[in-house]
């Protein structure tokens, strides 16, 4: 049977390099796939890993209807085996709906890739639609690290390396945006909650615990 099956974790735990590893297994048997994306790093309309790999995709649109896009596709007599949408987050509720409607209606196999919660720990719209009518929830196996070495568990957004905790929901960036940019980075839970990045973890060990106490 079809299924809906959201693939999730935190940034750098190898979403994409999955989402394309998975195009690349079923184009490779003469299957065809319809992607979507939003707001990815390389660019409007690109499906993108920090290992360099990259391919075509749709990109969507804020109002775009991806249950219309596919019966179109179809109805043009092209082909569509299974979907896959990446940077899933972004989407719509009502578009993640439209994705279940692809399985249900169309029979096709969805697999969608996202980050479920954003830098304030709070779930992502998208997201959660995602774990409420997913067929299955998979926690990605690739585990990112904080600075600490503990397992990563939360996106940080940050600016010049400090961790910001205000701000639109969504500002793309990435985890290796320049100091002075704003960027992201994965903290374990402690670390988040402490908003200690990187960064300000290596000030504070270059500062002196205790002043020097003169003997005079």
């Known amino acids: 049977m079809p299924e809906l099956v959201f693939f999730s974790g935190t940034m750098d735990c190898g979403k994409s390099t999955l989402a394309l590893q998975i195009e690349h297994n079923r184009s490779a048997r003469g299957l065809v796939g319809m992607i979507f994306t939003r707001n990815d790093r390389a660019g409007e309309g690109k499906l ?123 500002v793309v960036g990435d985890v290796t945006d320049s100091a002075d940019e704003v960027g992201y980075e994965v903290l374990c839970r402690r670390h988040h909650r402490r908003r200690m990045t990187a960064s300000t973890a290596r000030a504070a060990a270059l500062s002196p615990d205790v002043l020097p106490v003169s003997s005079a």
């Not at 987050?89 to 029979?107: K, N, S, T």
Request: hydrophobic residues 45%; charged residues 25%; negative net charge.
């Open 48 to 170: 993108s890993s920090r290992l360099g790999l990259v391919t075509d995709a749709v990109e969507v649109g804020e109002r775009a209807d991806l249950y219309a896009h596919l019966v179109d596709h179809l109805s043009r007599g092209r082909r569509a085996d299974y979907v896959i949408a990446d940077e899933a987050q972004f989407l719509g509720p009502e578009q993640i709906d439209q994705l279940a409607r692809v399985v249900d209606d169309l029979d096709l196999d969805v697999y969608a890739f996202g980050i479920t919660t954003d830098f304030r720990s709070k779930l992502f719209p998208g997201s959660q639609r995602l774990v409420e009518l997913a067929d299955r929830v998979e926690v990605l196996q690739v585990e990112a690290l904080c600075w600490c070495g503990a397992r990563a568990t939360h996106n940080a957004r940050t600016v010049g390396g400090v961790m910001v905790v205000e701000g639109a929901q969504v």
